[in-house]
């Protein structure tokens, strides 16, 4: 299958599931794929890429191949812009989600209305803003915060006060410390520290194929990085690594403490993914087992 980019978690579908009994005691998952609308993260203007045809594509062929149900949507909505708990909850940024290059003829409440409707959510936590450099997709929330189960979330942080991202995740710490999820329980936070400041070297940035098409990858550009952005596999958690021992072994420490059932797996080369914008959690995308 063809695609215009790597980025499967925002061009792909979003699985969704309905447990309903199908008889006393047993329990039936009925599984379906959201297929959002896709504009390359911003537009012809904004955006990554001028030609996302093929993205467009993607959604509607694995749902496809899949047998599954397909919910269509008009809404410009990139999977990695959400994260839900399964009980109701939904996480997202407003840097993201309310960006004029997304949908400016929908206000917030009826972004609102189409995520509770698609996602079967009940509430949804507003973040202000992603993480300091992900200008790519203008804050996605799975750089920035994730459910580690209903009520748990880990937070991209740092200690350094003179980081730009520091007062981003201040701000978002004082939103979830205010907040309560869709079941009233406020939420334990567990700070996941990012690496030092990461810059893409003048040899990366020679090594990036333009065609023209792309948004430049520039030298001295400072990366998204962020551990945040990892893949929950069935028994391992899939993490990006980037070269920074203190802090990559310390986000191996926090992820094992936060998912004890789990084997934290390392990916070394994290740093050559995150030179196009994003990481584990960008380039894969779950489906729930169908019965």
Known sequence: MSMNDSWFRDSGPTFVVNKSKSSPGKTTNKVAGIDWNFNSWGGAEDGCYTDWSLDLLVAKKIISVERLPRFPQSIIL???????????????????LLNKNRNPHLTKVQIEDELKAYLGVKKIIWLPRGLYGDDDTNGHVDNMCCFVKPGVVLLSWTDDKSDPHYERGAEAFSVLSNSTDANSRKFEIIKLHIPGPLFMTQEEADGVIQDGNGK?????TRLAASYVNFYIA??????PQFGDKKWDDEAVRVLSLAFPDHEVVRIEGAREIVLAGGNIHCITQQQPACP
Do not use: F, Q
């Open 216 to 220: 430049p990858r520039l030298a001295s």
């Open 234 to 239: 069935n028994g391992a958690i899939i993490t």
């Open 78 to 96: 990139e999977g990695g812009s959400i994260h839900v708990d399964g009980e109701g909850t939904c996480l997202t940024t407003e840097e993201c």
